[in-house]
């Protein structure tokens, strides 16, 4: 069996070849037809944000938002927005392969170092400059390792992992495991089962891997501030029994991260927002694995267009029977469900949000909007 394909970041499929394909399939003189199959084409948006800057401003922070005055005064009349014009232009910047424009990427896999039994992780915690697409001014973040997410964490069930966060941030953190059974002491909650690791300290996280799954590693210390500037991460446990593994169980070629947030720059998918955001590209035929993680503080429905999505785990924990197909799977905070996606129908199948207003506005798509890709 092949190994799946397990840069999550999709590197060598999301280049040279996902722009020609893209190209390829939708043509630049065929934007108006995607940008009509992406949201159900409804050229409206109302009630969205007017632009993904608008959408970074709306989004929920610490900071709540004054509740308006009522008014008897009429509302002033919205400046018209030749929708067509500015909905093409973003898509025109995801076909020519914006995703490209904003590295470095999160979600790499990094290999452990070994240290007699245990997989050692070395990770910094450090402020950042990212972008979020390529004509945005860089935004002031937070990054494991320099990126946002930061990058996949991945052992066996049974590995003693050891797992070093360096601060080198101006303020207290910790770093919390999410979704694994640990010892108490390793729990990551400052101020409940440690100290906070202050200012050019370290802390050793060290427990061996038992929950198998996708599950997250995040701030769990001013945490709606530190994980929506960018302090999270994907950390996957496989199964001791390889035949388990998604790549034996499922026969998937790539096995895909997917984590969304919605403080820091608004909706993102792994860090970016439309049209940054990366496609999925799969040949016709081929079976992939795809990982949502929800590291915000909404809910999600994701929907595939063109294909179902047959849900096989949750939280890490295999669904067994209870499995079942749908093509809009909502994800709250703190979830993770595991999908796996037959990409028998070639195309460019918009994938997005259906929270509308997280994807689309009155100058078109922004924020949780991607594709998945088959030729």
């Known amino acids: 069996m092949t190994e799946p394909d397990r840069s999550t970041s999709n590197d060598d499929r999301s280049g040279t070849i996902a722009r020609r394909a893209l190209i390829g399939t939708v043509g630049l003189a065929g934007i108006g037809g995607l940008v009509a199959a992406v949201l159900g084409g409804t050229g409206n948006g109302i009630g969205a944000p007017t632009s993904a800057g608008a959408a970074a401003t709306r989004a929920p922070g610490h900071t709540p938002f004054p509740t ?32 490209e424009k904003v590295k470095p990427y999160g979600t790499q896999p990094l290999a452990p170092r070994l240290e007699g039994d245990a997989k050692v992780f070395d990770m910094s915690i450090t402020a950042i400059q990212h972008r979020l697409d390529a004509l945005k001014e860089p935004t002031n973040a937070l990054g494991f390792n320099g990126t946002w997410p930061g990058p996949t964490l991945r052992v066996v069930a049974g590995d003693l992992v050891r797992a070093t966060f360096k601060n080198d941030l101006s303020e207290t953190t910790g770093v919390h495991f999410h979704g ?3 010892p108490n002491k390793m729990d990551g909650v400052p101020l409940v089962t440690q100290d906070p690791i202050k200012p050019g ?25 530190q994980v929506g500037r960018g302090l999270l991460g994907a950390f996957i446990v496989d199964p001791k029994d390889p035949a388990e593994r998604p790549e034996r169980k499922y026969g998937v070629t790539q096995d895909i991260v997917w984590i ?12 970016r927002g439309f049209p940054a ?38 939280d890490g924990y295999p669904l067994g029977s209870a499995a079942f197909t749908c ?7 703190g979830e993770r469900w595991d999908v796996v996606v037959d990409c028998d129908e070639p195309g460019v199948w918009a994938f997005h949000c259906h929270i509308l207003p997280h ?7 922004f924020g949780m909007v991607t594709a998945l890709i088959v030729s």
């Open 359 to 365: 994807a689309e506005g009155h100058d078109g798509m």
């Open 201 to 225: 300290g370290s802390f050793t996280y060290e427990f061996v891997a038992r929950t198998t799954g996708s599950h997250m590693y995040h701030s769990h210390h001013n945490a709606t501030d």
């Open 180 to 182: 694994q059974r640990l």
């Open 277 to 314: 955001t990366k496609p999925i590209v799969a040949k016709l035929g081929e079976r992939i694995y795809i990982r949502f993680m929800n590291e915000g503080v909404l809910m999600h429905p994701w929907h595939l267009h063109g294909t179902p999505m047959h849900v096989v785990a949750r």
């Open 260 to 271: 969304s947030n919605d403080t820091l720059g608004g909706f993102t998918i792994n860090g």
């Open 327 to 333: 093509d809009t799977l909502g994800v709250n905070p």
């Open 68 to 99: 308006p005055a009522v008014s008897a005064a009429p509302r002033p009349t919205p400046a018209v927005v030749d929708h067509d014009a500015v909905a093409a232009s973003a898509v025109k910047r995801f076909v020519e392969g914006e995703w």
